[in-house]
C-alpha cells in the first residue's frame, strides 16, 4: 500500500496562516486550510472602507482564488469549535479534520477590557463587516443630522468619537476628518459637516506610544491641525448609545469606534495552553506548543519574544515571518533535518495621518509628512494581492488625493441574521 502523506491543517487564513500555506506549496504533504470566512483581509487598509475610500473587494481576496493554483491545498469554509490534541483531530460545526501538523493563525479581536457590552455601541475594526458597518455608522450620522431639528441632537449627530490611539485610531480620526471637513463639505443644505467634532480618546500619555516620542508629538499636532479634538491620559469609564463617559465628564455621540486593545482568539482555551494576559499562547523558541512538537501556533495568537524579550508586535510582517518559517520548519522535519529557532526580524512600524502625512519607523529610516505618506502608500500598494488590485488601489488613492472625493459612500442594509439550526 503506498504510505499515506502528512496531513497539515491551517486554522485561520490571515498574514501568517496564508504564508505558511504558500512556503509547504511543494511540501511532499496534503495542506488544509479552514477559516470562517472565504475571504483572506487585508486589514491595514481596513479603515479606508470604514471611511468610505476603498471598497471592500478592493481589500479582500477569497481565499481559494489565492490558492487556486497550489494543488496540494484544499480550503474550508467552517468555523472551529475545538482541538482534539490526544487524537490529533480540528473540531468544527461541519465535522471533524485530523492532522499530523497544526498550524494555529486565528488571530485577534477586539478587546473591552472585561466591559464585553460595549462592543453594541462601539465596533471594533478586525473585519469586512465591522468596516461596513462603521461606514454606515459614519454616513447615516451626518443623514440624520441634515434631518434633525434639535440643535443638541444635531450636535450629538455630527460628534464621533475614536477610543484608542494606535495605528488604528489615529488612522481612523484622521480619515473621519478628511471626510467631514472635504469630502461632504459641500453636500448638504442643512448642516455644515465641517461644524463636525472628531474626538480621538487615549488613556494613555501620548498617541503612537510605539512610536517615538518626535512622531508621535508630529502625529498630534497633524491631527489638531486638521480639527482632531486629540484627549490623552483619558480613560473612557462607560459606553453606551449615545456617548461615552469619562472622568472628566461626558461626550455625547452618535458614532464611537473601538481601537483601543485587542485580545486573541480563544486558541489558548481550545489548547488548555498557558497564555499571556491578551490570550496569546506562550510558544517554545521554534513557535511549538510545549510538548507537542507536531503544533505550532503563529501570528497574532502566538506571545513570542524578540531580542532581549521584548514581545514581538501583532503586525501583518512578523506574522508572515512566522508562517513562512513554520512552513520551512515542516519541510526540513518531513526531510529529517532541523532548523534553528524562529528569529524575528524587525522591519519597523508606520501610520498615515490623512491624506498628506504619515510617520514611517524602519530601523535609520525615519520619515514624516508628505515624504512619509508616500512610502506608506508604496508598502501597502505593494503588500497588496494581485496586479489589478495594486492597480485599482493606487488609481482610487490618486483620484481622491486630486479630487478629496471617496467613492464608496453608500449606505447598506444590515442583513437579517440566518436561521439556527
Sequence with gaps: MPQERPRVVILGAGFGGL????????????????????????????????????????????????????????????????????????????????????????????????????????????????ATRIRRSILEAFEQAELARDDNERRRLLTFVIVGGGPTGVEMAGAI?????????????????????????????????????????????????????????????????????????????????????????PAADWLAADHDNTGRVIVRADLSLPGYNNVFVIGDTACVRGAGGVPVPALAAP??????????????????RSVPPFRYRPLGTLAT???????????????????????????HIYFLIGLRNRFVVALTWLWGYITFQRGARLITEVPPPRPQG
Design 319 to 336: 506574522a508572515k515571518q512566522m508562517g513562512h518559517y513554520v512552513g520551512r520548519l515542516i519541510i526540513q522535519r518531513l526531510a529529517g
Design 177 to 265: 476628518a478628511e471626510v467631514a471637513r472635504q469630502t461632504l463639505a459641500r453636500d448638504f443644505r442643512q448642516i455644515d459637516p465641517r461644524t463636525s467634532r472628531i474626538v480621538l480618546i487615549e488613556a494613555g500619555p501620548r498617541i503612537l506610544p510605539a512610536f517615538s516620542e518626535p512622531h508621535s508629538a508630529y502625529a498630534r499636532d497633524s491631527l489638531t491641525a486638521m480639527g482632531v479634538d486629540v484627549m490623552t491620559s483619558t480613560p473612557v469609564i462607560r459606553c453606551d448609545e449615545r456617548g461615552v463617559d469619562l472622568k472628566e465628564g461626558r461626550i455625547d455621540a452618535a458614532t464611537v469606534i473601538w481601537a483601543a486593545g485587542v485580545v486573541a482568539s
Design 353 to 379: 495621518i490623512g491624506r498628506r502625512a504619515a510617520v514611517v519607523e524602519f530601523g535609520s529610516l525615519q520619515l514624516k509628512g508628505f515624504i512619509g505618506w508616500l512610502f506608506w502608500s508604496v508598502v
Design 19 to 130: 504564508e505558511a500555506a504558500k512556503t509547504l506549496a511543494r511540501a511532499p504533504a496534503d495542506i488544509t486550510i479552514i477559516d470562517r470566512q472565504n475571504y483572506h483581509c487585508f486589514q491595514p487598509l481596513l479603515y479606508q472602507v470604514a471611511t468610505a475610500a476603498l471598497s471592500p473587494a478592493e481589500v479582500a481576496w477569497p481565499i481559494r482564488h489565492i490558492l487556486r493554483r497550489q494543488q496540494n491545498a484544499t480550503v474550508y469554509m467552517a468555523e472551529v469549535t475545538g482541538i482534539d490534541l490526544t487524537e490529533r483531530a480540528v473540531n468544527t460545526k461541519s465535522g471533524s479534520f485530523p492532522f499530523d501538523f497544526l498550524i494555529v493563525a486565528t488571530g485577534a479581536t477586539h478587546s473591552y477590557f472585561g466591559h464585553n457590552d460595549w462592543a453594541a455601541f462601539a465596533p471594533g475594526l478586525k473585519r469586512i463587516e465591522d
